[in-house]
């Protein structure tokens, strides 16, 4: 049964970075759109970012130039590294994935179907 798992959530101060992983046991990233999204305490979960089967990447505004999302398949794991944390970065962090040949991809929730239980992320001093 297909399952994402996500690491490197933690607790970092206001411009400091971390980089989370999602990796999916026994199965592969390959032919996938893969995506991260976050929910903040009393919030609707958002997206973040998303990269497509062949490697096209998009982020959401209050993230572009600071996130950068990435797929190695030799680790068979997506990262997201996340620099220049600021308090409004806090949040649940999912993996979602959906196996499909699609080029491009939309953070959007309903463009996938298959999610981790996410990490937590907290940027505080």
């Known amino acids: 049964q297909l399952q994402l798992v996500e690491s490197g959530g933690a607790l970092v101060q206001p411009g400091g970075s971390l980089r989370l992983s999602c990796t999916a046991p026994g199965f592969t990233f390959d032919a996938s759109v893969v995506g991260w999204f976050r929910q903040a305490p009393g919030k609707e979960r958002e997206g973040v970012s998303c990269?497509?089967?062949?490697?096209?990447?998009r982020y959401v505004d209050s993230v572009q130039g600071r996130f950068t999302i990435s797929r190695d398949s030799a680790e068979n794991t997506v990262y997201l590294q996340m620099n220049r944390l600021k308090p409004e970065d806090t949040g649940v962090y999912y993996c979602?994935?959906?196996?499909?040949?699609?080029?491009?991809?939309?953070?959007?929730?309903?463009?996938?179907?298959?999610w981790g239980q996410g990490t937590q992320v907290t940027v505080s001093s």
């Open positions: 979602a994935m959906r196996r499909a040949y699609q080029p491009t991809c939309v953070p959007v929730s309903g463009n996938f179907n298959t």
């Open positions: 990269i497509g089967s062949h490697g096209d990447t």
